[in-house]
């Protein structure tokens, strides 16, 4: 079975650029997140679909951060501009079930650098 | 809301001794606490959970118990191997979803 999926998995840019991220869950995964991962620190949660609805984005700057999931499947977390500090790693999960009473698998991350 | 704190920050340990890491949490209404692993350059990966309703749980090597009075929940990882290496993050959650983590532990295993 394939794992959650994300790319760029690197990405640098220059501050006020804009920047997109792509997550693909797991197969038949309704739950998606999005978490921030500062170095040395623990992820943080930014967003949370259950299918194509964003129940939680109460973490999520929205004066610059933007992300949608259509067709509930792949997702797109979008930074516009970028400031120096977003530079992190942004970590996309999956869980099977609604609620999120489930096990959350985590992708690979995209480490983004803002110079 | 949750604050989860994590200790020690950095763990280094013999191969075949065993490693401890402890965590407290804040919010009593915490029901869910799952550990994961993180290698570089990876994302986290569970590695074992516990629910409120449970005081311990083993898988292999790895042991977790949970003290809900006090507040409080470990790993406990036995016979390690250079394998074992690793980030070591515990979270808390109540409901399920909504992880708090802590601040990781650097674990590094000595052959």
């Known amino acids: 079975e394939a794992g959650v999926v994300q790319s760029p998995r690197y990405k640098i840019i220059e501050k006020k650029q804009p920047v997109a991220f792509w997550c693909n869950p797991i197969s038949g995964h309704n739950t998606l997140y999005w978490y921030l991962q500062n170095l040395g620190q623990g992820p943080e949660l930014l967003i949370r679909y259950e299918n194509e609805e964003a129940v939680d984005d109460s973490q999520l700057p929205k004066d610059r951060f933007s992300a949608e999931r259509l067709k509930g499947v792949d997702s797109t977390l979008k930074i516009q501009p970028a400031e120096l500090g977003d530079s992190a790693v942004y970590l996309c999960a999956s869980s099977l079930l609604a609620g999120g009473r489930d096990t959350q698998y985590f992708g690979p991350g995209t480490r983004l650098t803002v110079l | 809301g949750e604050n989860v704190e994590q200790h020690p920050s950095t763990l280094s340990v013999q191969e075949g001794d065993s490693a401890v890491i402890k965590c407290t949490y804040s919010?009593?209404?915490?029901?869910?606490f799952p550990w994961y692993k993180q290698e570089l350059g990876k994302g986290p990966q569970l590695i074992i959970d516990i629910r409120s309703n449970v005081g311990e749980k083993k898988d292999q090597r790895i042991a977790v118990t949970l003290n809900k009075t006090a507040k409080h929940f470990s790993l406990h990882i036995t016979e390690t191997q250079p394998e074992d290496s690793a980030v070591y993050f515990c979270a808390a959650a109540v409901g399920g979803y909504k992880l708090s983590f802590g601040a990781g532990t650097t674990v590094t295993v000595r052959a």
């Open positions: 919010d009593s209404a915490s029901n869910y």
